[in-house]
């Protein structure tokens, strides 16, 4: 079956290198401004996919950056009609299209008290990029799939060229300019990953898990699982997975481990739990050690960076998605009851 | 089966109580220091059951405090060894032990760059309390069940108190002394709902909605079901849910929504759509409305403000845990492989 899911996830090297292309001036300029007015903390507002986008840019900032940044709560502002002060601060919205009077509303305040604002877009001619005073684009077409797979990396891509400008870091510029290929090279790598997912599609249930700049990584994963398959998929990090939620653990629950370049000992810790259970276990990583437990190996290209990771790690995750959806009898593109863009106060 | 963990959840009207006669002053002298230093922004760590605790703190503050709080990133600090700047914050971190490493370095980090931090802990003794420049404790009293309740609502009424105090609402201190006895009339009007719980015992998989206030507490249910009795529960906002998730839902599923006080739009349509999926529907709130459409009614009492639902709303859903956990022949003392102090990095 021919479906925009595929071909958008597989056009995300050519919108990766086009943004590279075309965004760095814009992004430096974005920077210089952050750097002027120099925000004592950050809040990022975003729903879906782009909220696990803005998971990622909150390790980040914070690793890289050594900038703090909360994700928002939007019923806060719409519902509540709170007004938490936010005059220092560094507000960014993330939104494919740029429609979710949520989000709008939260960068909307966020500028109304005199705070840097910065919408995070596919979409510039949309309310969010209206209501913010700085834009970057995601240059990534029309996606017609619901369930959004080149915007998300777009948006990974656009917050990793923010955090390497405001650096002001030539090595993380070298680092992003192998990027493309490195996508080009994890989507060559696997290329049999959706027809294996079609080997545990009797499972209407999956735990992915990871850490650190990958927790964004297994909650986008989960996300195109339920999306695309209706599969019951939760994603969780590892450290919070031993604080209570591995009690689900049995030989029925399949467990996804998302663990490119670092180990993790609590998230080695679960995976050794998982396969004591006898549970299904797939893997994503680039590591031979955690390669070799799995019952499916993933498989990543080597000589990616951790920050720069998740853009590569999410990919067999989308693949997995596709294949288990097909497998289900389902089509991708038209998720049970789902719109491209969702309105939420 | 006699089990602490009904104990204790049915000791929670005694211990808010007690924290409200013990507590008062010692809170007022946390909120003079607060308004004395003034901090920018607020940064929360937590871990499971606190986590929870620490999201209900992040509405609470953002609406009645006016002050936006970030839940921390603790791998940031851990793995990363980043530094996120938080010489303007105030750092608050919460654990019943105060035992996790995670969470006791976050504090370190910012005592160390000069933030304001706060330890809300039951252990007067463990390393978080040491931590912190100033401490509030949960007079909980020892918990012998793994599986948290009376340091959980004991954790939102210390944070409830803390807002108070910060506030200066005679209104609020007014409020908050008729809790405990609106929490032992839930109970009172709950009687039955462990054995109602029953009911659906074969369901592996269950999805807890909630929206603002409540989003902690749909967080907290679903983590009590998965510690006590092994089932695949998970929480969502209800806003989250409209943008993908819902995609996973169908007759099989079964669906808790948590909306005590106020509707909200969204979580007033997810509940209309699982009505149409035909997914058994169990509704914890004191409006008829919407207790009139759910297969399972659970009951709040009437005249319980928003900002304190939380501490009522979790109630019915730890009698929940409670009965799921027997009905399936677990022990709700001793999930599997949990112990009650769990370290992580």
């Not at 797939?282 to 070799?292: A, C, F, K, Y």
């Amino acid at each position: 079956m021919s479906t925009f899911f595929e071909a958008e996830l597989r056009e995300q090297p050519a919108v990766l290198q086009r943004l590279l292309e075309v965004g760095r001036e814009r992004t430096e300029s974005v920077a210089a401004r952050i750097r002027e007015r120099s925000p004592r903390f950050g809040v990022l507002a975003a729903r879906g996919s782009s909220d696990n986008a803005a998971r990622y840019g909150q390790y980040l900032l914070g690793i890289e950056n050594a900038f703090l940044a909360a994700l928002a709560t939007p019923s806060v502002f719409t519902y509540y009609g709170g007004r938490p002060s936010m005059a220092d601060a560094l507000v960014i919205g993330i939104s494919q299209s740029g429609q979710s009077p949520d989000i709008v509303e939260v960068v909307r305040e966020g500028r109304r008290q005199g705070a840097l604002t910065l919408a995070i877009t596919n979409e510039p001619a949309s309310p969010l990029a209206s209501a913010a005073e700085m834009i970057l684009t995601l240059e990534a077409g029309t996606e017609g799939s619901v369930a959004a797979t080149k915007t998300y990396t777009a948006q990974l891509m656009v917050l990793a060229m923010l955090s390497a400008a405001w650096r002001g870091s030539g090595q993380a510029w070298a680092e992003l300019q192998a990027l493309p290929g490195q996508v080009q090279a994890t989507l060559e790598a696997n290329r049999e990953t959706a027809a294996i997912a079609e080997s545990l599609r009797e499972h209407s249930r999956l735990v992915v898990l990871g850490r650190g700049y990958n927790l964004s990584t297994a909650f986008e994963i989960t996300l195109k699982v339920k999306e695309t398959s209706g599969v019951m998929a939760h994603g969780y990090s590892s450290a919070d997975f031993l604080h209570g939620p591995k009690a689900i653990l049995d030989r029925t629950l399949p467990v996804m481990v998302v663990s490119p370049v670092r180990a993790f000992g609590d998230l080695d810790a679960v995976t050794a739990l998982a396969r004591e259970q006898g549970a299904p276990l797939v893997v994503i990583s680039d590591r031979e050690d955690i390669l070799g437990v799995a019952d499916v190996a993933l498989r990543l290209p080597l000589g990616v960076p951790e920050w720069l990771s998740p853009l590569v790690a999410v990919v067999p995750g989308q693949l997995w998605a596709l294949g288990f959806s097909l497998a289900r009898g389902l089509h991708p593109d038209a998720p049970r009851g789902l719109t491209k863009v969702t309105h939420t106060l």
